[in-house]
């Protein structure tokens, strides 16, 4: 669960800056980047909460 989320904090927003820049030059690799870090952020706090969760029921 861990893994995913460190992993996702890395590639997604490298993924967001390559293709908005790739779409809309340096301004959408901003946003891209933005957008993919969110993305990570979102993943990883459902991931962190599936695993809190998952420790309070035994």
Known sequence: MF???C???IVLP??????????AGP???????IGGFAIALALTGVT???LVTAARRR
């Open 3 to 5: 893994a995913i989320g």
């Open 7 to 9: 992993l996702a904090l």
């Open 14 to 23: 490298l993924a967001g800056l390559a293709l908005g820049g790739f779409v």
């Open 27 to 33: 301004e959408g690799a901003k946003w891209g980047a």
């Open 48 to 50: 962190t909460y599936a």
